[in-house]
């Protein structure tokens, strides 16, 4: 028995996100097991390091699993590529000691999330559009309220008794990059949706339609009066994997 790391990039479009459904949704975990179970004739159950939501891409998902299987893994990965569809590549697996876990291991996780300020049938599929044009000086003054260790139950889907509620967040930012406004952000854990209600936030305060003082009340106390939307899970991407 060995400890496999798997080095993934998806884009999630026509994905039920990552982690495996019952039936025949379709879903990146679900699809990577069926063949690598397949090639290697074994069960093989894979834990990731983030749970993506539906339509949310990954540029690089890490992932572990145990198997008994001999054989190499240049040819694994070579043989899994082959079979998987054009929109999941396994980018490299490498065997690892057998106490890493993907997602037990990671110290850090960093999110990309693009934004088109005007609609484009090209970008469309990995991106967010905010139809209007963006203070993104504002939307910096809010991001850096967002770094430190925060309640972050205002910007999420957990239950609000859930006793996970608190993520320390090390670095985020917007930026301009090749036409897009880009957030890019960093944490050692993410809520559910939690990059995607801060996203449309943050462009509510770009547009100039929610006060930066109210976003920061909202931060600091963990809930809100504010109508809270999720950003189009098409802009964002699970960027990197830190261990």
């Not at 339509?55 to 299987?69: D, E, K």
Request: hydrophobic share 40%; aromatic share 8%.
């Amino acid at each position: 028995m060995r400890t496999i790391r798997l080095d993934i990039e998806y884009d999630g479009t026509d994905f039920a996100g990552w982690q495996r459904q019952s039936g025949t949704i379709p879903t990146v975990q679900g699809t990577i097991e069926k063949l690598l179970s397949q090639i290697t004739q074994e069960e093989v159950l894979l834990n990731g390091a983030g749970r993506t939501d539906k339509g949310v891409h990954a540029r690089q998902q890490v992932a572990s699993c145990a198997l008994h299987s001999s054989m190499e893994l240049s040819r694994l990965a070579h043989s899994l590529n082959c079979l998987l569809p054009p929109t999941i590549r396994i980018c490299n697996a490498v065997h690892v000691t057998d106490d890493f876990h993907a997602r037990f291991s990671a110290t850090e996780r960093t999110y990309r999330y693009f934004v088109s300020e005007t609609p484009s049938a090209l970008c469309n599929r990995f991106t967010g559009c905010a139809n209007a044009l963006l203070d993104v000086g504002v939307m910096q003054q809010m991001a850096a309220m967002v770094v430190g260790e925060h309640d972050f139950t205002a910007f999420s889907r957990e239950e609000r008794d859930s006793p996970a509620k608190r993520c320390k967040v090390t670095s985020c930012r917007w930026h301009r990059l090749h036409g897009m406004v880009v957030l890019q952000i960093s944490a050692n854990r993410f809520l559910r949706s939690m990059v995607r209600y801060l996203v449309h936030a943050m462009l509510q305060g770009g547009k100039g339609r929610l006060a930066p003082t109210l976003f920061q009340d909202m931060v600091e106390s963990g809930t809100s009066s504010y109508r809270m939307v999720a950003a189009p899970a098409s802009g964002l991407f699970l960027w990197r994997i830190g261990y």
